[in-house]
């Protein structure tokens, strides 16, 4: 084959040690240790787009591209969403006491040894552990993997304002999830809502040209409040709180619920991406 011959570059975006679904973005290195193989990127006063078929590859002049060549998959999205965990939250939870010990000792060098390891997203595979979405899912960011993704330096943020009242009339907030001893006992009423904000799932969807292959939920639209799929053949990325947070809650100072709005941003450097989590109110 001559230098330079190859047009189409097609790849499967899957190794068997990554852990999270953007690890597998390391098809951007092989493809940068290919680079004198494949046809170089055109310069930058010859054209402003690649004569490509595919319409959502980024212009060669506002990016770093490595090769003119048509790369599949194009790109991969980053994906997020708040949710309401049945279960998988516990294992993020203080112990406090139990059984007449204190075990706060405990929950101090777990909190230290997690601040040491800076990672604030984690792999589950979510379709073993219930959850609720609190709203639909959010596109944080698209990359390229024609972009020397290891050269990229970005930061993207944003918010989402949960609709509490949706939430509190749905399946996400029905007392048994989180009060099923309470309620054998008869110490709480059945009628009281709650519903927690105690997790964040992260995820990935690669794109090829008009086809997407998601690690996400099996159905993403209309999700609010309702019980959430998970594709089970591949894990996804959570961020777990240490305390979860009643979204239903009254405040003491107006004795009524307020606003809350979800924020997330990420950075991104050296290949790496950088989560950040948290509620605020309105």
């Known amino acids: 084959m001559h230098l330079h011959q190859i047009g189409v570059v097609f790849s499967e975006p899957h190794f068997i040690k990554s852990l999270l679904p ?3 973005a390391r098809l951007s290195c092989l493809l940068k240790e290919c680079r004198h193989l494949l046809p170089p990127a055109y310069r930058q006063s010859a054209l402003t787009d690649p004569p490509t ?4 590859q980024p212009s060669l002049i506002d990016r770093n591209i490595t090769t003119s060549a048509t790369v599949l998959p194009a790109c991969f999205s980053i994906h997020v969403m708040a949710v309401s965990f049945d279960d998988l939250w516990k294992i993020r ?4 006491k139990r059984c007449e010990f204190n075990l706060e000792i405990f929950d ?10 800076g990672e604030v997203v984690e792999p589950q595979p979510l379709w073993e552990y219930p959850c609720y979405a609190l709203h639909d899912p959010v596109e944080v960011t698209k990359l390229y993997l024609r ?9 993207f943020k944003g918010m989402v304002e949960l609709d509490l009242d949706k939430l509190s009339s749905s399946e996400a907030s029905r007392p048994d999830r989180f009060k099923r001893h309470l309620l054998a006992a008869r110490k709480v009423k059945r009628d009281e809502p709650e519903l927690y904000f105690n997790g964040v799932a992260v995820w990935a969807d690669w794109h090829f040209a008009d086809k997407t292959l998601s690690s996400g939920p099996l159905i993403q639209d209309k999700l609010v409040g309702k019980k ?3 594709n089970k053949t591949c894990q996804q990325g959570v961020h777990l709180l240490r305390r979860g947070v009643n979204l239903l809650a009254a405040s003491p100072a107006i004795a009524a619920r307020t606003s809350k709005v979800f924020h997330y941003s990420v950075d991104v450097t050296q290949g790496q991406l950088v989560f950040s989590f948290h509620l605020g109110e309105t």
Request: charged content about 25%; overall charge negative.
């Open 22 to 24: 953007w690890h597998n």
């Open 53 to 56: 078929s595919i319409a959502s």
């Open 93 to 96: 939870a203080p112990c406090q």
């Open 108 to 117: 101090e060098m777990v909190d230290l040894a997690r601040s040491r390891t």
């Open 147 to 155: 972009e020397d993704l290891g050269d990229v330096e970005r930061h």
């Open 228 to 230: 959430v799929l998970w």
